[in-house]
């Protein structure tokens, strides 16, 4: 992926985790957001394993929503977890990039 689209895309995860952030301020939906991320963070997990690369998290980005969704369908959420989806997706995926082996700040 060239350089500037990954940067592009890191910025997308990056608001995602500063809209999740945000969410602290109301304690019930921000503990929905964090059990979500865990199942993200999970299914990335399972899907690239411990050591991967900006590059590989970036590609499988584009199609996470439709492997995002299957897996939190699979768990007894609270209602409106689908308009959620968006912002758990980038936040995983930032807070996951992190440790990418060639993550940089």
Known sequence: MPQAALDATRQEWEDGYRRLE??????????????ELEIVLDQLRRRLGQT???????????????????????????????????TVIDAAFHAYSRGAVDYRP
């Open 52 to 86: 991967f690369t900006l590059d590989e998290l970036a590609d499988t980005y584009p199609g996470a929503e439709r492997w995002v969704q299957e897996a939190l369908a699979e768990h007894e959420l609270p209602q409106g977890w689908p308009a959620r989806m968006t």
């Open 22 to 35: 945000t969410a602290a301020r109301e304690r019930v939906l921000y503990a929905q957001y964090l059990a």
